[in-house]
């Protein structure tokens, strides 16, 4: 118990490193998270709704948890402010990183964009009838001012305005006192600048109410968030392909132990005989197949009426049928995998049983072995009892390895055979940037890798007493 405890207090820190670079591998991903479920949901339908756009987004921000601050802490330039991650809308945050680029006096900064929303928000009340279209040209201005920080760019649109106002007076009496504020905040801002907080760190302390610890906040409790395409839950799609996927994996998985394992030991017990060498030449060769080319022929070998020799069930899966009792559902589905498994199991024959086979000869040349030969006890007696359980130490070291291959699935099997399974999950939310699914996915491999390599030291340390925690007494031979 003690060197679980201890093993496990190990694994900690090392996940916590994992999902922290998982996260942000997540935040540099390309694309905007909320403008592609905006789409996919079909909520962007009036483009030319300014304001609408921007209400949206920030709701649907909020939705998928992007409103708050990346981390616990944050070490940025001192002229960035802590508040800054507030400013959700991409054009609005992009332009105030501009501004505090150029200028690093953020109180100015943060005034002047205050006036130019108090602005933008004044021409929106007027009503449209006013003054018709230096209004709506005057409300455009104002609104890419805000995603315009360059000096020449931003004195452009000023000069656009004092036209407009030299063309409508009547607007001008109405919009001047709100524009004299904003040009006067301008000014400030480009007069009074603080270059030098670009030149050194500032510390921010954000506590819990961040992104990241919401983040695996939600991965303990099984909540991985929200799928970019439709914003369903990610731990549910996950949760419908895993099924498939670890029902194929693991059946196959089994059947590579089962049968690799007693044949590796029967061919080093054969050494160098003719069955070792026809069954080695035969696993090999079973090894050297393609996994899609033996897929594609199984599928049109053994499921098409055109060859004669439909054997076994088309592509896909069966429709769940509430009527049909459980023992008839799971034989007609396990019908539906057979083809799959076998394309899972043969590849991965031929590396266990020669795994097994290189650890048996080992073990074989022990001395106690030849002792236990000398004391008269029978051949199987010395191979099953003595050699088999020290020869399973390199297969043990390959279990660490079982748990996130029985989940990640394989693509091309579960493509040709038309299996809805974690490998094709996978690819399917690369191809449509679905990054919540992908890095869920990639952090459900990261946990099932440690809980492997947790697994494999376990049985390491009840099969050789010998091994011990600490990194001098180690001892897995």
Not at 162 to 188: G, N, T, V, Y
Not at 199 to 222: A, C, K, M, R
Not at 400 to 411: K, L, R
Request: proline share 6%; hydrophobic share 45%.
């Amino acid at each position: 118990m003690t060197y679980f405890l201890q093993r496990l207090l190990l694994f900690v820190p090392t996940l916590f490193i994992i999902s922290f670079f998982i996260f942000m591998l997540s935040k540099k991903a390309p694309g905007d998270p909320v403008l592609s479920l905006q789409q996919g949901g079909g909520i962007l339908s009036d483009f030319s709704d300014l304001e609408f756009q921007e209400k949206t987004y920030r709701e649907t921000a909020a939705f998928l948890g992007l409103d708050k601050p990346l981390f616990y802490v944050s070490l940025q330039p001192a002229a960035v402010p802590d508040t800054l991650y507030k400013f959700i809308y991409p054009d609005k945050k992009r332009a105030l990183k501009g501004l505090i680029g150029q200028y690093g006096n953020w109180p100015l900064i943060e005034k002047y964009y205050s006036l130019l929303g108090v602005a933008e928000k004044e021409a929106y009340q007027l009503p449209d009838s006013v003054q018709g279209n230096a209004l709506r040209q005057l409300r455009t201005e104002l609104r890419l001012m805000q995603q315009h920080y360059k000096a020449e760019v931003l004195q452009a649109k000023f000069a656009t305005i004092e036209q407009l106002f030299h063309e409508d007076p009547a607007l001008a009496e109405r919009m001047s006192q709100p524009i004299a504020a904003l040009k006067a905040a301008w000014i400030a801002m480009i007069t009074e600048t603080r270059i030098d907080k670009l030149w050194y760190p500032g510390f921010h302390w954000y506590g819990t109410e961040n992104q990241y610890h919401h983040w695996i906040s939600g991965v303990l409790q099984g909540d991985w968030g929200k799928s970019y395409l439709d914003g369903s839950d990610v731990s549910d799609k996950i949760w419908r392909a895993v099924r498939w996927t670890l029902g194929i994996n693991g059946v196959a998985i089994l059947l590579a132990y089962l049968i690799a394992v007693p044949l590796g030991v029967y061919i080093a017990t054969h050494a160098n005989s003719k069955r070792d060498a026809s069954i080695t030449n035969l696993l090999f060769m079973l090894y050297s197949l393609p996994g899609f080319w033996v897929a594609t022929l199984l599928v049109v070998y053994f499921t098409s009426p055109e060859y004669g020799m439909d054997w076994f069930p088309a592509l896909g899966y069966p429709p769940y049928d509430p009527d049909r009792s459980i023992i008839l559902t799971f034989a007609q589905r396990l019908y539906h995998l057979i083809l799959p498994v076998f394309c899972l199991t043969y590849g991965s024959l031929a590396f266990i049983t020669r795994q097994m086979r290189g650890s048996t000869l080992k073990v074989l040349r022990q001395p106690y072995i030849r002792t236990a030969y000398a004391k008269g006890l029978p051949r199987r007696i010395v191979i099953w009892k003595h050699a088999f359980k020290n020869a399973l130490f390199p297969i043990i070291t390959l279990l660490a390895g079982v748990f996130p291959a029985a989940i990640s699935g394989s693509f091309v099997v579960e493509y040709i055979f038309s299996i809805p399974g974690m490998g094709k999950l996978t690819v399917d939310a690369i191809m449509a940037r679905d990054w919540p699914v992908v890095y869920g996915i990639l952090m459900l491999g990261a946990l099932l890798t440690v809980a492997g390599i947790l697994f494999s030291d376990m049985l390491y340390a009840s099969t050789d007493p010998r091994v011990s925690f600490s990194k001098n007494q180690t001892n897995r031979s």
